[in-house]
């Protein structure tokens, strides 16, 4: 709402790449992308040009749910980080989402929409 889309930018510096995860079709974000991670290059002491890569992710079905599927992304990405510090995954796999590109996401938005509000209100006492 307000004119406002959230994507998920990462960096990975062991393949010196930076993963994009965009909602929306068309990924309406990636130019902002590339500019933010020219930036963080030079902060993060790339040891050279980092690779960019479009994640192909589960896309939002309204114009509303950009910050939950960021959510979603994030939840995504630290599994799998926590799956490679283990050994149960490969670095090169821990981006990738084609397990659940397949997945009906919009009632598993739902569930989070409602947990995270469940979580809120929680902490607010």
Not at 8 to 17: A, M, P, Q, T
Not at 50 to 61: A, D, G, S
Not at 99 to 111: A, D, H, N, R, Y
């Amino acid at each position: 709402a307000g004119g406002a889309h959230w994507s998920l930018l990462c960096y990975s510096r062991v393949i010196n790449s930076f993963f994009h995860y965009d909602s929306l079709d068309g990924a309406p974000n990636s130019e902002g992308a590339a500019g933010l991670e020219r930036i963080m290059a030079d902060m993060l002491r790339c040891p050279s040009e980092p690779r960019h890569i479009e994640v192909k992710c589960p896309l939002q079905e309204n114009m509303s749910d950009c910050g939950m599927y960021v959510i979603f992304y994030a939840e995504h990405v630290a599994t799998e980080y926590k799956k490679q510090l283990i050994g149960d995954t490969s670095v090169e796999n821990m981006w990738d989402m084609q397990g659940i590109v397949q997945t009906p996401l919009p009632s598993e938005i739902v569930e989070k929409r409602v947990a995270m509000k469940r979580c809120i209100e929680r902490l607010a006492g």
